[in-house]
């Protein structure tokens, strides 16, 4: 798999495959909360920020997948939670806002892929991201690449709850 890192200069240059990847994940589902046009505004909110990064994953040519997020402001934290207490104001925190792989490439290691590059160019101290409590696996997968649940929270009305996990990417000063 080819991957490519993207910044928030090529945003919207990439912005209608982000949109289209993300149709193929939740293709015709009946969840508002996750319908392209909800997504477009995540993805244009996100990809405003002057440190959004994002990386995709390409096999042949074809988009397999991708990875995004942006750095808080410092002191900043997930809407609607509290900032861990472990988690310094001064600390620097990705937040990784989207890991989206297409079904046909799944259980193939392209998440762990997207995330290592993703995260890996970063120089943040910590990672954090939000995972649907009703995805089990999934935060099991984010505990085996060493990030741990700090707490949960419901972030809109119709969204679920999701837990929101942490993992240090430096040693704490």
Not at 6 to 17: F, L
Not at 70 to 83: M, P, Q
Request: charged share 25%; proline share 4%; hydrophobic share 40%.
């Amino acid at each position: 798999m080819d991957l490519k890192t993207y910044a928030h200069k090529d945003a919207a240059d990439i912005r209608e495959m982000l949109l289209d990847m993300h149709d193929a994940v939740y293709d015709g589902g009946e969840d508002r909360f996750h319908e392209r046009e909800r997504f477009a505004w995540f993805v244009d909110h996100w990809s405003s920020k002057g440190s959004w990064s994002c990386v995709v994953g390409f096999d042949m040519g074809a988009p397999t997948g991708f990875a995004y997020g942006a750095a808080f402001d410092t002191g900043g934290w997930w809407k609607g939670s509290d900032r861990p207490a472990s988690i310094t104001p001064e600390a620097t925190v990705f937040a990784l806002s989207e890991l989206m792989v297409i079904e046909q490439w799944r259980k193939a290691g392209v998440s762990t892929q997207l995330h290592q590059a993703l995260v890996n160019s970063r120089d943040d101290d910590v990672a954090t991201l939000l995972v649907d409590t009703t995805h089990p696996k999934v935060q099991a997968l984010y505990e085996t690449w060493g990030y741990e649940k700090v707490g949960e929270q419901k972030p809109f009305d119709d969204s679920p709850v999701y837990a929101i996990m942490v993992k240090r990417l430096t040693v704490p000063a």
